[in-house]
């Protein structure tokens, strides 16, 4: 995270000088990432009305959203049962309660780059009359 809004990534690996008896570390190679890129792509699905997707990190803070509303808001999921399954390796769904709402939450755990994420779709269910 930086010190501006923006939710951004930094990514670090070493580069090793090796000769014919040893390796020693000549220097660490950066890149960073800004995770608004992810919200625009998530944007450009085009979702119905009542469902969300939402990329977060192995800790529950979300990464990027579907929804141009809540995407510059910082949210947490990792009290979710549905974030914490996927957390454990599961995929599936689950009726979960979101922002007071009941949803069900279809989960997957992601590999991406160095860490798993989790991507959660969800879907309001309507009141039943």
Known sequence: MTASSFRSGGIA???YSTSENNSNIAGVWI???DFKIFDKDLQSLSLPSGERVVYTGYKGQKIADSDINKSKTPEA???LNSFKNARNGESGSIIDTVDNTKMLVTYQPVRAFHN???VLLMQSIPPQQ
Request: hydrophobic fraction near 60%.
């Open 116 to 118: 798993t994420w989790i």
């Open 77 to 79: 999921f990792a009290t």
């Open 13 to 15: 690996i070493p580069v």
């Open 31 to 33: 890149g960073g990432i």
